[in-house]
C-alpha cells in the first residue's frame, strides 16, 4: 500500500498556506498515473523500474549523526560562505548568513507564514509528476532571497543531506534574487549507502538586470535515486549562469527548464557528469525562448564509464515573439569502456524566422589522434587518458560560478577515471 497518499500529506505540519498546496497537489499525485518510456520525455530512462511502495517517508528533523564525509569535504572547500543552510531528509535544521548581508536584507531561511507567493515564483505548472509529489511532500523549503541592487560577495551554500535507507526526500530550493542583485548559490545533494528515493526541486527567479550564478554538486549513494527538477525564470537584461555536476545516484535524473521570459535575457546551462559501475545519469533540458533578443547556450560533457550509461534529450523553443533569440546546445560524451553506452539527442522547435539557433551531439571514445600526441612525447597511455578526460571537463569547470570547489570536483573525476573499468 503506497505511502504516499492525501491523508499523509495533511498530517504534515507547516503554515495553513502550505498545508492547503500539499493537499492539493496529493490529490493530483493520487489520481494520475506514474509515467512510463513511452512517453517522450522518459524515452531512454529507468522510469518503469521505479516502485514507490520500496521506500517510505521519516519524521524530518534534527539529527545526532555527523555530516557525510563528502559534504563535509566540499563544505571545506567552500571556504568561509556568505551563508549556509543545511536540509536533513527535507527539513532545514540550520540556517546562518553574515550579518553585514542580513542588514542589507539578505535572506536565508525556510519557509514561514508569510511566503505563500514564494514557491512556485518559477513554476507556473508543474512539468512533471515528480514535481507534483514534491509539492505534495515538502516538509521544508529552503529560501535564499536577495533584495534589489545588493551585491552578494561570497557563495551561499546549501545542502540537502538524505540519511536512512528505504527513506524518500523531497528538498526545495528557491533562489529569489531581485532586480540589479548579485548572488552565487552552491546547492549540494548528498545521501547514504543504502537506498534512498530524492525527488528535489529548485526555482530560480533572476529579477531585471540581476546576476545569478547556481553550481549543483549531485554525490548520492550509488544506491539512491533521484528523481530532480530544476526550472529557472530570467528577466529582462538578466543572466543565469547553472552548473550540473552528477557524480552521485543509481538512476539519478535531473530535468532543467530555462525559461527566458525579459528581452535580452541571458541563460548559461552547462553539465559535468561521470558515470561508473552500473550507475545511470539522465539530464532532460529545455531551453524555452519567450521575449525577444534573447540567448541561450548549453554545454553539457559527460563520461561512462563500467556498464554505465548516460542520457542526454534537449529540447531548444523558440516562441512566436521571440525574434532575435541567439540559442546553442552541444552535448558531448566519452566511452571509456566497452560496456558503457551513451544516448544524446538534441532538438529544436523554432516559431520565428529571425533567430540563430544550432545544436550539436557526439559519443565516442578517447580521441586516438590526442591520445598518440601525448604518448609520442612519453607520457604513458593511462596518464594520457587522464589528461585528456580531465582537459575535457575543463572546458565546464573551469566557468563554474563557485571557483573554490572545482579542485575538489576534479579530484572527483580523477577518482572516477581510475575505477572506469569497475
Partial sequence: MSLFTPDAAAALEGPGWLRQRRAAAAEVFAASDLPTTEEEVW???????????????????????????????????????????????????RADVRDDLAAKGVGLRALGDEDADVLGAAIDEAPDLFCTLNDAFVADAAVVEVPAGVTVDRPIVVAHVTEGDGVAAFPRLVVDAGDDSDVSVLEIQVSGAGPALVAPVTE???????RVGHLTVQQLGLATWQLGLQVSRV??????????????????????????????????????Y?????????????????????????????????????????????????????????????????GAWAESVPNLMIENNDVRCSHASAVGPIDEEQRFYLESRGVPTDEA????????????????????????LRETVAAKFERREG
Fill in 385 to 408: 587518458e587522464r589528461l585528456i578526460v580531465t582537459g575535457f571537463f575543463d572546458e565546464v569547470l573551469g566557468r563554474a560560478p563557485v571557483a573554490p570547489v572545482v579542485p575538489l
Fill in 274 to 338: 561521470f558515470g561508473e559501475g552500473d550507475q545511470m545519469l539522465d539530464f532532460r533540458t529545455f531551453q524555452d525562448h519567450i521575449a525577444p533578443d534573447c540567448t541561450s547556450n548549453l554545454m553539457f560533457k559527460g563520461a561512462v564509464g563500467g556498464r554505465s550509461r548516460s542520457v542526454y534529450t534537449g529540447m531548444i523553443r523558440v516562441g512566436k515573439d521571440a525574434r532575435g533569440t541567439n540559442a546553442f546546445q552541444t552535448n558531448r560524451n566519452v566511452k571509456l569502456s566497452d
Fill in 204 to 210: 530560480i527567479v533572476v529579477g531585471r538586470a540581476a
Fill in 43 to 93: 524515452r531512454y530512462s529507468r522510469i518503469d523500474d521505479l516502485d514507490l511502495d520500496d521506500f517510505r517517508r521519516v519524521p524530518a528533523g534534527p539529527s545526532d549523526e555527523p555530516l557525510p564525509a563528502s559534504l563535509r569535504g566540499l563544505l571545506d572547500a567552500a571556504g568561509d560562505p556568505a551563508g549556509l543552510l543545511v536540509a536533513r531528509n527535507g527539513r532545514v535544521v
Fill in 235 to 272: 528577466d529582462a537584461e538578466a543572466s543565469l549562469r547553472t552548473t550540473s555536476i552528477g557524480f552521485g545516484g543509481d538512476y539519478a535524473r535531473l530535468r532543467t527548464d530555462c525559461r527566458m521570459v525579459g528581452r535580452g535575457a541571458t541563460g548559461e546551462l552547462d553539465a559535468v
